[in-house]
């Protein structure tokens, strides 16, 4: 399973590249926000650190204004993926720029079907969003189930990108279920090593280590 880091944040991107955890990159409008500079800037400088798929998310709602849009931002690097609402007019950005040979994200998923018609158009990926979900009180994780089944069914090459994680439980479930693909917040990646017993059983070799008296370089 593939990770990608879901933050426009640039030192937090490089300090988890250093640690072998970071095989894409996803941003949104909301994330260009908060990293409070410029979309085309900022993106270009994660392309400079990430080899692998950076997403770049359009924002026009029209399908003219977004193949416009998503061939700008692809503009940016070989690697972009442009980012396109799962709306009528996302669906046809997909089939436009998937036929030109980008690779197309398509966000905003909250159901099987609305994968399909992603799936049928072309696209690279699919973000289907869990916690969202749960915060409906719906079960997130079940999409990614029923989506992985239908494209198994069918064997569809979208792959199953799996968005909006908030927990190390959506990150081992999304494993089990076989997407191929978590974006995640870099603390949330972060927070996929740590364990009390690590910690203690770490205190204990510290511990017996110091009393050896010895040293290893
Ligand atoms: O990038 C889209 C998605 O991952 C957003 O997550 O936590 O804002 O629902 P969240």
Redesign the pocket.
């Known amino acids: 399973m593939k990770f990608f880091v879901?933050t426009a944040d640039v030192a937090a991107i490089s300090e988890l590249n250093d640690l072998g955890m970071v095989d894409g990159v996803?941003t949104?409008p909301?994330?260009i926000l908060k990293s409070g500079r410029n979309i085309l800037e900022v993106t270009k400088e994660i392309c400079e650190i990430v080899s692998g798929p950076v997403s770049a998310e359009v924002v026009a709602l029209t399908a003219d204004e977004m193949i416009a849009e998503g061939r700008k931002l692809a503009e940016i690097a070989p690697n972009i993926t442009v980012k396109v609402p799962l709306t009528h007019a996302g669906l046809k950005t997909c089939k436009v720029l998937s036929d030109n040979g980008l690779m197309v994200n398509v966000?905003l998923c909250f159901s099987a079907n609305q994968a399909l018609l992603a799936a049928k158009a072309g696209a690279t990926f699919i973000?289907p969003?869990i916690?969202?979900l749960d915060d409906m009180n719906l079960e997130g994780l079940d999409l990614i189930q029923d989506i992985r089944t239908i494209y198994d069914n069918y064997d569809f090459k979208t792959q199953i990108l799996a968005?909006?994680?908030?927990t190390a439980n959506h990150v081992s479930q999304c494993a089990l279920i076989g997407a191929d693909v978590i974006?995640a917040?870099p603390a949330v990646i972060k927070g996929l090593a740590n364990h009390p017993l690590t910690d203690k059983g770490l205190e204990q070799f510290m511990s017996d280590w110091a009393k050896t008296g010895q040293k290893i370089v």
């Open positions: 879901d996803t949104n909301s994330l966000t973000s969003f916690g969202r968005a909006s994680i908030r974006t917040p």
